[in-house]
């Protein structure tokens, strides 16, 4: 065996093999990080102890996996999550495979197999292949079926890369609370920065009264008049084009509107999620929630439109639609119902309980449940905000590990919905008078500074007073919304009393919802 290792650890020819792939969307990118890394490996055989599955997935082109010499034979990885995939990289040893499969899987059990590329012919050396299957996969196996050796089948490395949802490079508000994690976060904006806020002045009243706006390329999206979903022109405040008036509740939105992929996404009382083209506003496709209600805004994440619907005093159903049909990818019924938005982040979906007690992860992949863990009453009302591996809940202020539910901290007391980026959580404690803005480390649940001063009482205080990031300042309600630099609590810009929704900044403005209406603000 000791000559063909030799020879593959000398090759220096590396072969590529790819197959065609669809045209890349600017929606999502291929991920750069190896997720098959250290994860559990299981193959049909292993030719002795020393050559054993894990040794494929440790990082090690020293150490390898070798199969018993006979064919077929497989080796498979569990990622532990279903994920889209856009590649696959195969370091051969001298034993490689003359044709194999690569398939994927969203349970691993038998019947569930499906191909990620079709079948491939192998060569010594390096193999990168583009998978061509859009249905996201936590299980990835790769089956000899013919060796290309007397010997068996051999892997220094079987390495997996998802298809990933970069960071938002616009300067779009496209969803509640920025994103689908709500972190309240825009971190494509660059026209308005510490230098040149203090110039906001208010530029026009839009017609349509949106409450809860969201924003992109030029327009706000919401709720209007008899629950019509309307996109008006920021640049002029005119009402570009509502969906029809109806008495019907199967056509009277009761969400905030989600936008992405050149579509408005809202639900409606009776359960229907629609979607509308943001150009023209026509509508594109229509489906139901059976017998649920929707009241809070779908997300958005790359293709898959996650839905939620609510029948009181029951349980909550988790619709996963693609984006751009209204195809349905997998249904989810949790125990309990609650009025708030799914939360997104790392490919796990996240749900406060409501009745249930339960804070909840799903499997934004395949809807499996991952983990359910018991929450303060106090702390299932309002939607999760997700940043950074960590899960926060408003109210009872506490922290808990993305990935297991572990609580890392608990504030108690009555906070706004938190903003976090990067090493900062920001959130307004109601627990004291004058309310009080907090900067608070995530991972500790300390503070690093406060923040407060004396104002008008804040209206409809847990989501008007939720603080917001874009280029450096924080805008937060404290009474009047202020914008103010972080870095020295310095208060650049005052603006309106009574806002009934958090600020929303996208594309050099600042919408704000009061009595009056929608005010656009900006330079």
């Known amino acids: ?30 991920g750069g990080t190896n997720i098959a890394l250290n994860r559990p490996a299981t193959a049909s055989s292993s030719e002795n102890g ?32 279903a994920q889209q995939l856009c590649r696959v990289a195969l370091r051969w040893e001298a034993a490689f495979a003359r044709t194999f499969t690569l398939q994927g899987s969203a349970t691993g059990a038998a019947g569930s197999w499906f191909d990620l590329v ?108 008899a629950g019509q979903l309307a996109a008006v022109d920021l640049a002029t405040g005119a009402v570009r084009w509502t969906s029809p008036a109806s008495s019907e509740f199967a056509l009277r939105f009761t969400t905030p509107a989600t936008v992405g992929n050149g579509l408005a ?11 509308y083209d943001t150009a023209t506003g026509a509508e594109r496709w229509a489906a139901r929630i059976d017998g649920n209600q929707l009241f809070h805004a779908p997300i958005l994440v790359g293709d898959t ?18 984006a751009a049909t209204g195809a349905v990818r997998w249904t989810r019924e949790l125990t309990g119902y609650t009025q708030a938005t799914l939360t997104y982040d790392s490919g796990r979906l996240y749900l406060a309980g409501g009745n249930s007690g339960l804070l909840s992860a799903v ?21 999760p905000v997700a940043a950074g591996g960590r899960v926060f809940l408003p ?44 900067a608070i480390d995530p991972a500790t649940g300390t503070d690093r500074w406060t923040f407060s ?16 990031l874009a280029n450096g300042v924080l805008y937060v309600n404290l009474g009047r919304v202020l914008a103010m630099d972080p870095a020295t609590r310095q208060v650049r810009w005052t603006g309106p009393e009574g806002a009934t929704s958090g600020p929303v900044v996208a594309d050099g403005r600042v919408l704000i919802h009061t009595g009056e209406g929608l005010g656009v603000y900006g330079l």
């Open 118 to 225: 079709p079948a491939a012919t192998g060569a010594s050396g390096t193999q990168t292949i583009d998978v061509t299957s859009a249905t996201p996969a936590r299980f990835v196996r790769m089956t000899g079926l013919t060796r290309a050796t007397r010997y068996g089948y051999s892997l220094f490395e079987l390495e997996v890369y998802p298809t990933v949802v970069p960071p938002t490079t616009s300067a779009a508000w496209p969803t509640w609370g920025g994103g689908p994690g709500h972190a309240g976060v825009n971190a494509g904006e660059r026209t308005l920065g510490n230098a040149n806020v203090a110039g906001l002045h208010r530029l026009r009243l839009t017609a349509g009264n949106i409450d809860s706006p969201v924003a992109a390329d030029g327009s706000a999206y919401g709720v209007i008049g």
């Open 265 to 275: 996404f809202g639900g409606t009382l009776t359960g229907w999620v629609r979607a």
């Open 305 to 322: 439109l996650y839905a939620k619907g609510d029948a009181q005093g029951d349980n909550t159903l988790i619709y996963a639609f693609n």
């Open 395 to 438: 109210g009872a202020l506490a922290a808990y590990d993305g990935a297991t539910g572990r609580l890392l901290w608990n504030r108690g007391g009555g906070y706004s919905f938190p903003a976090v980026l990067d090493s900062t959580l920001y959130g307004v404690d109601f627990s004291t008078t004058p309310p009080t803005l907090r």
């Open 50 to 81: 020393g050559l054993l599955p894990a040794k494929a997935f440790d990082g090690n082109t020293g150490t390898r996996w070798s199969s018993a010499f006979s064919d077929p034979q497989w080796l498979q990885v569990d990622l532990g999550t």
């Open 1 to 30: 065996m000791l000559p063909r290792m030799l020879a593959a650890l000398v090759l220096t020819t590396a072969v590529l093999f790819a197959v065609p792939t669809p045209a890349a969307t600017a929606a999502v990118t291929c």
């Open 363 to 383: 499997d934004a992949g395949t809807g499996a449940v991952l983990w359910s863990v018991p929450v303060m009453s106090t702390q299932v009302q309002y939607a």
């Open 453 to 468: 001063q004396a104002g008008p009482a804040i209206t409809n205080s847990f989501f008007s007073a939720a603080p917001v």
